[in-house]
């Protein structure tokens, strides 16, 4: 298994440039810098607000439990 290290990224909402959301992500350590695209949800505003990650995010593991189980 590889090394990974949890990173907290800080975006800010593009509703409101003083929305700002963190979210927390596992990634790889070392890992080679690819574009993955992540979704925070900003409760001022009621929706997704999208944006870049740029290293390898290691799958959550309980969330890919509960779609397997659930056939999703």
């Given at each position: 298994m590889?090394?990974?290290?949890?990173?907290?990224?800080r975006?800010?909402c593009?509703?409101?440039?003083?929305?700002?959301?963190?979210?927390?992500?596992?990634v790889?350590?070392?890992?080679?810098p690819?574009?993955?695209?992540?979704?925070?949800?900003c409760p001022d505003c009621?929706?997704?607000?999208?944006?870049?990650?740029?290293?390898?995010v290691?799958?959550?593991?309980?969330i890919?439990k509960?779609?397997?189980?659930?056939?999703?």
């Open positions: 590889k090394e990974t290290k949890t990173v907290i990224y975006v800010t593009p509703n409101d440039p003083e929305h700002v959301i963190e979210k927390s992500f596992e790889e350590v070392g890992s080679e690819v574009k993955n695209e992540g979704e925070v949800y009621n929706e997704f607000v999208s944006f870049e990650i740029d290293k390898k290691v799958p959550d593991a309980e890919l509960i779609l397997r189980k659930h056939n999703l």
